[in-house]
């Protein structure tokens, strides 16, 4: 594939908590309509991973590339250790656009209607019309099966249609990549099950996306791609039928415990 299609480098990614490593020395490629699954046990840094994809988190080293412009480039400091150098404020707030994040606890404004969730950020953050915006917002809405929701507010839905109203404010931004941090976590089984069919709708149409998830099966269904991570680096990726047959005998360990 050439060049263009990669939408998100991740170059050498270093991330420490209070000297503790999280991320050591990540490195990876998404490219455009790829459906990329992080699993792993819990603490392997799979959500410091996202959140220093999505810049919620500082990286302490590495270079993060969203369509080929530099969000972070490593330099190195005084002392010659790396570090990282964050582009203008102009600048981050163009490559911002070109991601969405869906959080496992929702984070829906519990104040605003469903349909001022969703119409919100098109409004104020990329200056859509608020007629362009009802009409994204609505066209969602009814895609995914919330039409009859527009006016209800998120105390009134139930886990699985306020995730669904999560995804929906995502795309409202119309985001060129969409990453979900265990986005399933919160729900019960049955609620889960929506959320994952909105999720595959979504890979069908092509929709690039990055999911920490613990449903293997889901990720073995959904995927292109599955990388390992444990303890701050990727142990192993590759295409679903790869992952599930490795000879890794930790990858195999923890397949067969989150299956069990």
């Known amino acids: 594939m050439e060049k263009q299609n990669i939408l998100l480098e991740m170059n050498h ?3 420490a908590f209070d000297g503790n490593g999280v991320l050591e020395d990540i ?3 998404v490219r455009e309509g790829e459906v990329v ?5 819990s603490g392997s840094g799979k959500s410091t991973l996202l ?3 999505t810049m919620l ?3 302490d080293g590495g270079e993060l ?3 080929g412009k530099h969000a972070c480039r490593q330099e190195a400091d005084k002392a010659g250790n790396p570090c ?3 582009a203008s404020k102009a600048e981050l707030k163009e490559i911002r656009k070109s991601y969405g994040m869906v959080f496992q606890n929702l984070n829906l404004f519990p104040h605003y209607s469903v349909l001022k969730n969703i119409i919100d950020a098109p409004i104020s953050v990329d200056k859509v019309s608020k007629t362009q915006a009802m009409e994204r917002a609505t066209k969602l809405l009814a895609q995914l099966g919330l039409e009859d929701k527009a006016n209800s507010y998120p105390y009134q839905l139930s886990g699985g249609q306020q995730q669904r109203v ?3 404010r995502a795309l409202a931004l119309q985001p060129k990549i969409l990453f979900f941090d265990e986005p399933t976590s919160a729900l019960d089984p049955e609620l889960t099950v929506e959320v994952l069919k909105v999720i595959r709708q979504l890979a069908k149409e092509h929709m690039t996306m990055i999911i920490v998830t613990h449903e293997m099966q889901f990720a073995r269904e959904v995927s292109d791609r599955i990388i390992f991570m444990e303890q701050g680096v990727i142990v192993e990726q590759g295409s679903p039928e790869e992952i599930f047959a490795t000879d890794n005998a930790r990858v195999r360990e923890f397949i067969g415990k989150m299956n069990a």
């Not at 699954?37 to 046990?41: K, L, M, T, V």
């Open 166 to 168: 999560s995804i929906a």
């Open 13 to 15: 990614v270093k991330k």
């Open 37 to 41: 699954s992080i699993i792993g046990p």
């Open 84 to 86: 990282c150098v964050y």
């Open 27 to 29: 490195s990876l490629q």
């Open 51 to 53: 959140r220093c994809a």
């Open 57 to 59: 988190e500082k990286m």
């Open 65 to 67: 590339i969203y369509l």
